[in-house]
């Protein structure tokens, strides 16, 4: 296999120290009308882990990540990051802890990529960090983008736009120069992040993100589609449908062929790999097996 490119690892906070509180949600419901998007959904997550939600299209994914991230209420439930509830009142406390990247993210003006990589600064603005221009190269350089700072956005390619997007999302999460005890976790909750990556960069960026979450105490929460990628890199998923989490816990246990078939409606074989980790083999759609099956 052709080397992969070697995504650095953005820097350890300017004061290390033990993170205080995880994410957690209990009860939340939410409805557009008389449909249910979310219905009684329990979640807990530590700092230091990463974890990503699946689930087919429609299943409530990208709105629970969102109502995780604060961007939209429940009608009823709660959710808490570092022991502080999500509310209207304490979102500077949150842009300073967390940062949220959603699907598509479009700039509304031409800027250069080192500027979109500054807006993640902003939160920070009242208590930089020494050196806020190292901040911003170090997490373009984590995202191997450094070279295209001075480039503006709207003339990279759909996957370098979104390698910029998740170091804005690195450097807010950075840290700042306020003094907070005990020190909050930090937090970058990302809705895929990988979906318009080429291959290297899908597996680059993840290894790199799972990185930050084990050596940084980072909780790094995703969205995505791709189970493989999920089994090789999380420490934790959730599977979503129709609103509700049907199962979680260790990728390898909760990702099982009987679960593929029924929440997806494919056919799945599992393997190991020859490092050890448990992929699946894709067999076909049950209709497409079931059709085959006919034939014979």
């Known amino acids: 296999m052709s080397a992969r490119p ?10 290390p120290a033990t993170p205080l509180g995880g994410l957690h949600a209990k009860g939340l419901h939410l409805a557009y009308g008389a449909q249910p998007v ?10 230091g882990q990463l974890g990503v939600i699946l689930g087919p299209n429609g299943a409530g994914k990208s709105t629970l990540l969102g109502v995780l991230g604060g961007l939209q209420a429940p009608q009823s ?10 509310t209207p009142h304490n979102t500077a406390w949150h842009a ?5 990247l959603p699907q598509d993210e479009t700039p509304a003006f031409n800027f250069t990529a080192r500027e979109i990589v500054e807006l993640g600064r902003y939160p920070h603005r009242h208590h930089p960090l020494p050196d806020e221009a190292e901040t911003v190269r170090a997490a373009m350089q984590a995202t191997a983008v450094a070279h295209l700072a001075s480039r503006r956005i709207r003339t990279l390619s759909g996957g370098e736009r979104a ?5 804005r999302a690195l450097a807010q999460t ?44 980072v909780g790094v929460l995703l969205v995505l589609h791709d189970l493989n990628l999920a089994l090789r890199y999380a420490d934790l998923v959730w599977v979503v449908g129709s609103g509700r989490v049907l199962a ?22 599992a393997v190991t790999d020859g490092s050890g980790t448990c992929q699946l083999l894709w067999q076909g759609t049950m209709a497409a097996c079931a059709h085959a099956e006919r034939q014979l």
């Open 174 to 217: 950075a840290g700042s120069g306020l003094e907070e005890t005990p020190v909050p976790a930090r937090w970058l909750l990302m809705d895929e992040p990988t979906a318009a990556l080429d291959l290297q960069h899908q597996h680059a960026v993840l290894a790199m993100l799972r990185r930050v979450a084990h050596r940084e105490g």
């Open 248 to 269: 979680h816990g260790v990728p390898a246990q909760v990702l099982t062929p009987a679960l593929v078939a029924a929440v997806w409606q494919v056919q799945a074989q």
């Open 6 to 15: 070697d995504l650095a690892t953005p820097p350890t906070p300017a004061k």
């Open 96 to 100: 300073r802890h967390r940062a949220f």
């Open 38 to 47: 979310l219905s009684n959904v329990d979640f807990l997550m530590q700092p």
């Open 77 to 86: 439930g709660t959710v808490a990051l570092g022991g502080q509830y999500l």
């Open 163 to 167: 390698r910029v997007q998740i170091a």
